[in-house]
């Protein structure tokens, strides 16, 4: 090992904090805390040898960094080759890239909502939109799900997740079923349960039937950040080196059909029984808050987990400045621990 040189996986990144660092392996959607010396090496000496290494630091830390080197090959971060294999090995690109004006949208339902939800996804799907969260705050069906997911057969859809109040008279049996003979759901969430449960269908991320006992009647449960709510993966790393992972590209519409970035949101940029969604987002701040990343949040921007980390805009520690850290995240970075359960316990991925 001592003469050939390192490189670490295309697939492990690295991310550093104010007291350490991580590094995250986006094939087996996994994080390692690492200590910040340990990515000082990482970041600043790929491409040596050991032996350079131990040369660079003047052999002061010899023990050390055989420790670090050990590490890294037994969790497979790192391989060894020649001086001119290192050149068929790049590193991975991080530019984010989507090929669509919208990714991901939220629709709000209530008893009072009066706004086509059907006809809404389909100017969204029309734009582009591949992933919807679809939020019932009120007694649903499952002819509800049914009546909504019929018209869009054999529409380019790749997951909806459901969030629906927890009814007794429907048997899980039900749920189930639904969830087996549509693919495209990627989970079913019951609120109002009487436990908090997850039923695993598939063994896979997609056909979760998920229940929650918090009661959700309305949009302010959001924006809770936790280790449970970290996505190990390209998508968000990639994404949120200059976007924010939670707003960017996403079109949220409220219970009353106000189109927004965010549900949650104040402002509205017209009513779908108004105005498009494409004449909505295409208004002049629309697309102002996809542009706030992690690196530029107070306390986040000294966090190792800002690239696997969703955002939240709306419930800041600050609501007069919008750069400041999600009011709903308890973890301190600059002392490595999380603080309130009560701030972080999200009931849909929490428990
Ligand atoms: S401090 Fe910021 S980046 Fe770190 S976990 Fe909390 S919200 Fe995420």
Redesign the pocket.
Same mark, same amino acid.
């Given at each position: 090992m001592k003469n050939k040189y390192f490189k670490l996986y295309a697939c492990c990144l690295i991310s550093k904090g104010f007291s350490r660092s991580i590094i995250i392996d986006i094939n087996r959607n996994t994080f390692h805390m690492i200590p910040n010396s340990l990515y000082e090496i990482l970041n600043n000496h790929q491409g040596k040898t050991v032996f350079q290494i131990n040369d660079f630091y003047n052999n002061k830390y010899e023990n050390i960094i055989i420790e670090y080197f050990e590490f890294l090959e037994q969790n497979d971060y790192i391989f060894f080759c020649s001086k001119k294999e290192l050149e068929y090995f790049p590193n991975i690109i991080l530019d984010y890239h989507y090929p669509g004006e919208i990714s991901n949208s939220i629709l709000d339902l209530s008893s009072n909502s009066d706004y086509n939800a059907l006809s809404a996804m389909i100017q969204l799907i029309n734009l582009g939109c591949r992933h919807f969260q679809i939020r019932f705050f009120c007694d649903s069906s499952l002819e509800n799900i049914e009546s909504l997911l019929n018209p869009l057969e054999g529409e380019n859809i790749s997951s909806i997740e459901f969030i629906l109040k927890f009814n007794g008279s429907i048997p899980i049996e039900s749920y189930h079923k639904i969830l087996a003979e549509r693919p495209v759901i990627q989970s079913i969430i019951l609120y109002s349960a009487p436990e908090n449960k997850i039923l695993d269908l598939h063994k896979s991320k997609m056909g979760n039937l998920i229940l929650v006992k918090q009661i959700l009647n309305d949009s302010s449960h959001c924006g809770a !950040?936790s280790e449970h709510t970290f996505a190990n993966n390209i998508k968000t790393f990639s994404e949120s080196q200059t976007k924010n992972t939670c707003l960017n590209k996403k079109v949220g519409i409220d219970i009353n059909g106000e189109i927004k970035n965010c549900p949650s949101m104040t402002k509205s940029y017209g009513n779908i029984k108004n105005i498009t969604v494409k004449e909505a987002i295409e208004k002049n701040d629309f697309k102002d808050v996809w542009n706030i990343h +992690?690196d530029q !949040?107070e306390? #986040?921007k000294d #966090?190792e987990?800002?690239h696997i #980390?969703t955002?939240c805009r709306v419930y800041i520690q600050d609501p007069n400045n919008i750069y400041s +850290? *999600?009011a709903k995240?308890s973890?301190n *970075?600059y002392t490595g621990t999380w603080g309130d359960e009560n701030l972080t316990n999200n009931p849909l991925y929490g428990q």
């Open positions: !950040i +992690k !949040i306390v #986040c #966090c987990f800002r #980390c955002d +850290k *999600p995240c973890y *970075p």
